[in-house]
């Protein structure tokens, strides 16, 4: 088996995250929004070259931003009030979009849509739609 030459798609949505960092942050920002933005735009690059499934991509990124979130997620003023647990706060950040309903429907379409081109059965439904049709 040859080895991939494309290897510069994993390396570019770290080396856009490590360059957007390192950039000085914009007037108005944070510097924990501009590190988020960095990330976030590490996962579009990411989306866009696909050098992982974009499950996978989008894991990646959810992960790194709650592993990093007292550095990426919450402001110093949120991590120095009493009380406050930045690990409970990021993991219900992170988990927070699969409790909406609509997040499991384009799941589920995704799923049967799977199904039905593993099966064959939406090729089946097009031929007697155009047999019954002309």
């Known amino acids: 088996m040859k080895p991939s030459t494309e290897w510069w798609r994993y ?3 770290l080396a856009v995250i490590a360059i957007i960092a390192l950039l000085p942050v914009p007037a108005g920002l944070e510097n924990h929004t501009w590190l988020y933005f960095a990330v976030f735009t ?3 690059v990411g989306l866009i070259l696909e050098p992982v499934p974009g499950a996978v991509v989008a894991m990646v990124g959810i992960s790194i931003i ?3 979130s007292p550095w990426l997620l919450f402001s110093p003023e949120q991590l120095a009030q009493p009380g406050f647990k930045f690990t409970a706060k990021s993991l219900s950040w992170a ?8 997040i499991w429907l384009i799941f589920a379409a995704f799923m049967f849509g799977t199904g ?14 155009v047999k019954k049709m002309g």
């Open 95 to 102: 988990v927070s979009g699969f409790s909406n309903s609509v």
């Open 11 to 13: 390396l570019a949505p």
């Open 66 to 68: 709650a592993i990093l």
């Open 42 to 44: 590490g996962v579009i």
């Open 116 to 129: 039905y081109e593993k099966t064959g059965l939406g090729r089946r439904i097009a031929l007697i739609l």
